[in-house]
């Protein structure tokens, strides 16, 4: 796509839809170079604007390939490239989100875009339930933008009232096939924010992260505060995390937009207590 007004392009939509479900798609080869501040989506899942009719009830989404989505305008600023996203869900819904694959996802803006395998955004939703599970997510890349961080495997935020993030049995890799060209770039397979009293359990997930980082961080984990991190529940277990070789200032497992930890034991340290108790992982 390479002319016209620059609309968010969105494999598939679904909007005020009860029980749905989404399974075993292809979406593939979406390029779009028209972009300043629009989206690319595979799969997007967008309440009313209003905030009323929500998506609601019990969602599955499942078996769907999504591969080569590419938001590529040199004139992009803050336009994202999403495999698989979510808005508001109503209350006391589930959602499921399992056997998917996601790769080559790339945002070329130059502030603000970001790169997501599976982003789900769910901010008005008390009691809301999601299950995130047997994804595959690999070689996603923003290599111009200069959000924190720009590229989130799995970007979970805004549950509210005692909502559950079930996280288990995925695998992320972030490699170095596209290299950022920005000096403070950050990048990390597990984004979470905004969580008030919601629960973030994260189970049996490989998490990989290589990609190249000057000044920024390359992290398997980034909560974006400290009362964040604290919202890992105490079951959280038996995850495997890997980073590449680099500096001391730019690697580690787990960034919390104040302080690195470097090794497991410095992330067992963080989360030993607080928040909903510990010891974790």
């Known amino acids: 796509i390479t002319t016209g007004a620059g609309s968010d392009v969105r494999g598939v939509e679904a909007d005020c839809q009860k029980d749905l479900t989404v399974i075993n798609n292809t979406i593939q080869d979406i390029n779009v170079s028209i972009m ?10 967008n309440p009313a604007s ?4 929500l998506n609601s009830g019990t969602i599955n989404i499942h078996g769907n390939t999504i591969k080569n989505l590419t938001n590529s305008g040199t004139t992009t600023t803050s336009g994202f490239a999403v495999g698989i996203a979510s808005n508001n869900v109503d209350t006391s819904s589930v959602l ?11 945002s ?13 955004y769910i901010a008005t939703a008390p009691n809301a339930v999601i299950n995130m599970y047997n994804n595959m ?19 979970v935020q805004n549950l509210g009232g005692n909502g559950r993030f079930n996280v288990y049995n995925n695998s992320s890799y972030l490699n170095n096939d596209v290299p950022p060209t920005i000096a403070a770039h950050y990048s990390t397979n597990m984004y979470w924010g ?15 992260n290589t990609m190249s980082s000057q000044t920024g961080k390359a992290v398997n984990l980034y909560p974006s505060s ?27 497992i787990s960034w919390d937009a104040a302080t690195l930890r470097k090794t ?18």
């Open 194 to 208: 905004n969580f008030g009293t919601a629960t973030l359990d994260l189970r049996n997930n490989i998490l990989v």
């Open 137 to 155: 997510i690999s070689n996603l890349s923003a290599p111009r933008a200069t959000t924190n961080p720009s590229v989130r495997a799995i970007d």
């Open 50 to 53: 209003s905030g009323t009719n």
């Open 264 to 281: 497991l034991a410095d992330h067992q340290a963080a989360v030993a207590t607080g928040g909903i108790g510990g010891p974790r992982d």
């Open 96 to 106: 499921n989100v399992y056997n998917n694959k996601i790769s080559n996802i790339l």
């Open 36 to 45: 300043t501040t629009n989206n690319i989506y595979g799969i997007w899942l």
């Open 108 to 120: 070329n803006g130059s502030t603000t875009a970001r790169a997501v395998g599976i982003g789900l």
């Open 226 to 252: 400290n009362a964040n991190y604290l919202r890992l529940d105490s079951t959280t277990n038996y995850n495997l995390y890997y980073v590449g070789a680099a500096t001391d200032t730019t690697v580690g």
